[in-house]
């Protein structure tokens, strides 16, 4: 009995799916639960597991975009591949019920068709042979035909031929991830008034309370303090004093959200994902360290779920962890701000009258112009710098 192996649920949103890979081959042995595919979604990508137990028998394969419901493939549940000895004695039976060369049981001779040795076998045309040689008819001769003079002398034209890969190319299909995202990014440049204004923070203070409290938080927690968790804070705590920032336009209504849902760039073999901190506002520093770890842990493995990805009201993303200097990060409609974190890089700079050197980060702040006027972006950065630059009291508070 075959059991389906159907596409499940995978969000509210979402109606279909691409196949990004089987795990496992077409008629490979599978056990109840065991991943056999991955599925990219416009959302996250997640792994397929078996219903049950057997052998696999794809239906789909990988690149295909199916509905969710569909079925992809089914497991065989006695699926045993049948043994070669085991198909040659099932065959032996029926070749004993036949008589000598094969004549069937009460065929007169005269029925007989003649086997062809294996040397003539090989010879033999698709259509069966017969006992009699005849003369193939040959085609009657036909005058030459003399193609007309002018246009329509002109041979038919034939179709276009497909582009050809070049030897230097590969040519892969995006992602439905990939898809999705590019095109959202299309239409947040549309569709938004995007500026971004700029600062940067002296990360002096946030290094040496790293360095100070990291043992006792990491024996205490089970979690390493990083950087994130600190510019989590800050971000929520200027969101409550700018909530243009936290904000979205729907139709003609300004929508001023209450919770702080901060979600994180995180970036993985498939593609970039924002899992979202749930009212980051009320979070400790242990909380969104163990969350954001959980966050990329499950991208990595592709687990995330696409509940994991909705609902955020501000972003914030760090391209410093690959050494970028400055950027200007895109808006995640339709939230209406952005923060860019960068590399930290020692730079010289003026001290109460003194050049010194200091570990500096600039910070970038993208946002919807439409709601948010340049005033209220610039301030908010500011804030989120002097929390940066001042980080002791938002440890003690949380």
Do not use: C
Request: hydrophobic share 40%; glycine share 8%; charged share 25%.
């Amino acid at each position: 009995m075959a059991i389906e192996l159907k596409i499940p649920e995978v969000g509210e949103s979402i109606s279909e799916v691409q196949i990004a890979e089987w795990l496992k081959a077409d008629g490979d042995a599978v056990k109840k639960d065991e991943n056999v595919a991955v599925l990219d979604s416009e959302k996250t990508t997640l792994e397929l597991p078996s219903p049950g137990g057997g052998r696999l028998k794809i239906l789909h394969q990988a690149g295909e975009t199916v509905k969710v419901g569909e079925v992809v493939a089914q497991i065989e549940a006695n699926g045993e591949p049948e043994k070669p000895e085991a198909a040659q004695e099932a065959a032996a039976p029926k070749a004993a019920a036949q008589g000598p060369e094969g004549q069937k049981h009460g065929e007169p001779p005269a029925m007989r068709k003649q086997t062809p040795k294996p040397s003539e076998r090989e010879a033999q045309p698709l259509t069966e042979a017969k006992t009699e040689k005849t003369e193939p008819a040959k085609p009657p001769k036909k005058a030459p035909r003399v193609a007309p003079a002018g246009p329509s002398a002109l041979a038919a034209p034939q179709p276009a031929a497909g582009p050809t890969a070049h030897d230097d190319e590969k040519i892969v299909p995006m992602t439905m991830l990939r898809r999705t995202a590019a095109k959202r990014l299309v239409e947040a440049k549309q569709q938004t008034a995007m500026l971004t204004t700029f600062n940067e923070a002296d990360m002096s203070a946030v290094q040496a309370l790293r360095k100070e409290h990291q043992e006792a938080f990491e024996k205490r927690h089970g979690v390493k303090l990083g950087f994130m968790s600190f510019f989590v804070k800050a971000a929520a705590g200027a969101l409550q004093q700018f909530p243009q920032l936290n904000a979205e336009i729907r139709d003609t209504d300004i929508v001023y959200h209450r919770r702080f849902d901060i979600g994180v760039a995180i970036a993985s073999d498939r593609g970039l994902v924002v899992p979202v901190l749930r009212d980051a506002g009320r979070m400790n520093f242990a909380d969104i360290e163990k969350a954001i770890g959980d966050f990329a842990g499950r991208a990595r493995d592709g687990k995330l779920k696409p509940a994991d990805l909705e609902g955020g009201t501000f972003t914030i993303t760090n391209g410093g962890v690959f050494g970028s200097l400055l950027s200007t990060p895109i808006i995640n409609p339709p939230q209406t701000g952005i923060l860019g974190m960068h590399s930290i890089q020692e730079r010289p700079i003026a001290r109460d009258g003194q050049v010194v050197i200091r570990p500096m980060m600039y910070l970038a702040l993208t946002y919807d112009h439409r709601l948010v006027d340049g005033r209220e972006a610039v301030l908010f950065l500011r804030r989120v710098k002097e929390m940066i630059e001042n980080p002791a009291r938002m440890l003690i508070e949380a």
